[in-house]
């Protein structure tokens, strides 16, 4: 089960997430279950509803993307 900070820095991420890292997202995903999200579907449908889905993705699966940690990251400005 995920920790409070660990669902607090999934939602900040995926709020920031765009259309085309979502769908990369949901392309990529490999999880105990098959995704079958035509273009078509992830072109119509509205951003929030999308990023509400991915969100559910991650809580069901239990754990966070793998660039998690990358973008926890501070970089050097």
Do not use: K, N, Y
């Amino acid at each position: 089960m995920l920790r409070a900070d660990q669902v607090e820095q999934l939602m900040c991420m995926v709020s920031a997430m765009g259309r085309e890292t979502l769908s990369r997202q949901f392309a990529d995903h490999r999880g105990t279950f098959p995704l079958d999200f035509t273009s078509v579907f992830l072109e119509t449908q509205p951003l929030d509803r999308l990023r509400h889905i991915f969100v559910a993705l991650c809580l069901q699966q239990q754990h966070l993307p793998e660039w998690a940690d990358e973008m926890a990251t501070p970089t050097a400005a």
